[in-house]
């Protein structure tokens, strides 16, 4: 096995991120509002949330597409609100690894793997494409041998993903950045990809950041993230779902659990031997707490 010559996972941190767009008829949009989020090398973190919640501009600050109106975004130990256009540009094209939506349609139609692997590492600068493992070697690591020789024309579409995939990783990026990797897929091509996401974290320790609609994706993923409203909402890990508490003391509850603590409701908080118990309160004042 030769030696990895892929970066090994990369950290992102977000300190109380706040995005605003102004639209062209002159409107500010908050997209995020104080978002705090640690991911550490090598995690694999699934973002959920209904449309609109920011899910896509998060990955946008991450890939250092775009630069936060405020608060910090760290990718790598750099602040991207810091750093140069140019130190920038080579986040974009040796750090991050970005597969977007349709990023199929991208590709050289009459092109095979290999060729495409080759286009898409162009914008690498030629010192680390020397390192990088050649392409037959990559896609036979992959386990994608048997496509590196068919033209892109002809294959399916969850062939073409995942030549997508592996066109994007080949650059030797730290942070994989997946916006709706499966949502075109049938079930065995869905199940085939997120094989390969987990196979390159595996492999190569790359840290993975996937956006997604489908639930059973985020289960397949040892880290889910619920964003709402801009904010982190709650989050799941190893199946298990966690309240958040954010900077200011807000406690953001499951989504499961949400429609049993309506706005407003009073909790009391009451201390156990191993814990912190919430306890739903009908009357204030009375000592029987109800239960949600
Ligand atoms: N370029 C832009 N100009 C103005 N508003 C924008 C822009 N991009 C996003 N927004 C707004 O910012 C908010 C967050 O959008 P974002 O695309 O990040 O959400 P999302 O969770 O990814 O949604 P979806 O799941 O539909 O892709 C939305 O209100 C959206 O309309």
Same mark, same amino acid.
């Given at each position: 096995?030769?030696?990895?010559?892929?970066?090994?996972?990369?950290?992102?941190?977000?300190? *109380?991120?706040?995005?605003?767009?102004?639209?062209?008829?002159?409107?500010?949009? $908050?997209?995020?509002?104080?978002? *705090?989020?640690?991911?550490?090398?090598? /995690?694999?973190?699934?973002?959920?949330?209904?449309?609109?919640?920011?899910?896509?501009?998060?990955? +946008?600050?991450?890939?250092?597409?775009?630069?936060?109106?405020?608060?910090? $975004?760290?990718?790598?130990?750099?602040?991207?609100?810091?750093? +140069? /256009?140019?130190?920038?540009?080579?986040? @974009?094209?040796?750090?991050?690894?970005?597969?977007?939506?349709?990023?199929?349609?991208?590709?050289? %139609?009459?092109?095979?793997?290999?060729?495409?692997?080759?286009?898409? !590492? @162009?914008?690498?600068?030629?010192?680390?494409?020397? @390192?990088?493992? %050649?392409?037959?070697? &990559?896609?036979? #690591? &992959?386990?994608? !041998?048997?496509?590196?020789?068919?033209?892109?024309?002809?294959? +399916?579409?969850?062939?073409?993903?995942?030549?997508?995939?592996?066109?994007?990783?080949? +650059?030797?990026?730290?942070?994989? &950045?997946?916006? /709706?990797? =499966?949502?075109?897929?049938?079930?065995?091509? @869905?199940?085939?990809?997120?094989?390969?996401?987990? &196979?390159?974290? #595996?492999?190569?320790? =790359?840290?993975?950041?996937? $956006?997604?609609?489908?639930?059973?994706?985020?289960?397949?993923? %040892?880290?889910?993230?619920?964003?709402?409203?801009?904010?982190?909402?709650?989050?799941?890990?190893?199946?298990?779902?966690?309240?958040?508490?954010?900077?200011?003391?807000?406690?953001?509850? %499951?989504?499961?659990?949400?429609?049993?603590?309506?706005?407003?409701?009073?909790? !009391?908080? /009451?201390?156990?031997?191993?814990?912190?118990?919430?306890?739903?309160?009908?009357?204030?004042?009375?000592?029987?707490?109800?239960?949600?």
């Amino acid at each position: 096995m030769p030696a990895v010559p892929q970066r090994t996972g990369v950290a992102v941190r977000c300190v *109380n991120v706040v995005q605003i767009y102004t639209t062209a008829g002159g409107h500010d949009v $908050v997209a995020l509002r104080g978002v *705090n989020l640690d991911i550490r090398p090598g /995690e694999q973190v699934a973002l959920l949330g209904p449309s609109g919640s920011g899910k896509s501009t998060l990955l +946008s600050l991450f890939g250092g597409v775009l630069r936060p109106s405020a608060g910090k $975004v760290i990718v790598d130990g750099q602040d991207i609100s810091r750093i +140069s /256009e140019a130190e920038l540009g080579r986040l @974009r094209s040796g750090t991050v690894a970005s597969l977007l939506q349709g990023a199929a349609r991208n590709l050289l %139609p009459y092109a095979g793997a290999v060729e495409n692997i080759e286009f898409a !590492r @162009r914008a690498v600068p030629t010192a680390v494409r020397r @390192r990088l493992l %050649p392409a037959t070697e &990559l896609l036979e #690591r &992959l386990g994608l !041998r048997d496509l590196a020789d068919r033209p892109l024309v002809g294959m +399916s579409g969850g062939e073409k993903q995942r030549i997508a995939f592996a066109a994007a990783i080949s +650059s030797g990026a730290g942070l994989l &950045l997946a916006d /709706e990797p =499966t949502s075109q897929l049938a079930h065995d091509d @869905r199940d085939a990809m997120l094989e390969l996401i987990h &196979l390159v974290n #595996r492999e190569f320790g =790359t840290t993975v950041v996937l $956006v997604t609609h489908d639930p059973e994706v985020a289960q397949q993923m %040892p880290r889910s993230i619920t964003i709402r409203n801009g904010r982190i909402g709650s989050e799941g890990r190893h199946g298990f779902d966690f309240g958040v508490v954010d900077e200011d003391g807000t406690v953001h509850i %499951p989504d499961d659990l949400a429609g049993r603590f309506p706005a407003g409701m009073l909790v !009391r908080f /009451e201390p156990t031997d191993d814990g912190v118990l919430l306890v739903p309160v009908d009357e204030p004042g009375s000592d029987d707490g109800g239960h949600a």
